[in-house]
């Protein structure tokens, strides 16, 4: 099982990048696809999640509006394209898989906790320049 996320790097502030996450070695319609960021010194935070089999999807309320997630499925791959960012935006960002929590409509249960989370890609940098 491998999760390989790529596409950071440095962007000035209201600029764009794209977060690629590509998926192997598991049944990708099963699960769900979360990206999560970690900024020096704070606790890692959910910012983002789809589920593969229905494209239901979840943001967290600082990257709504800004962030858009999709999946494609042929290519086992989720993105995550960030528009607008923000200098509070610079953070490690990880793409995580979960088989067990459900992403309702409208996101309004949340994308569960890291725990449920099976399997995490390395992460890749994001750096916002104000």
């Known amino acids: 099982v491998q999760l390989q996320a790529y596409g950071g790097g440095l962007v000035q502030a209201g600029g764009s990048l794209r977060l690629s996450c590509a998926a192997s070695?598991?049944?990708?319609?099963?699960?769900?696809i979360g990206w999560f960021r970690q900024a020096p010194g704070k606790e890692r935070e959910g910012v983002s999640c789809?589920?593969?089999?229905?494209?239901?999807?979840y943001y967290a309320d600082s990257v709504k509006g800004r962030f858009t997630i999709s999946s494609d499925n042929a290519w086992n791959t989720v993105y995550l394209q960030m528009n607008s960012l923000k200098p509070e935006d610079s953070a490690v960002y990880y793409c995580?898989?979960?088989?067990?929590?459900?992403?309702?409509?409208?996101?309004?249960?949340?994308?569960?906790?890291?725990?449920?989370?099976?399997?995490w890609g390395q992460g890749t940098l994001v750096t916002v320049s104000s």
């Open positions: 995580a898989a979960t088989e067990g929590v459900v992403i309702f409509p409208g996101g309004v249960r949340g994308l569960g906790s890291e725990d449920e989370y099976e399997y």
């Open positions: 789809i589920s593969s089999s229905d494209g239901n999807t």
């Open positions: 070695g598991f049944t990708f319609d099963d699960y769900a």
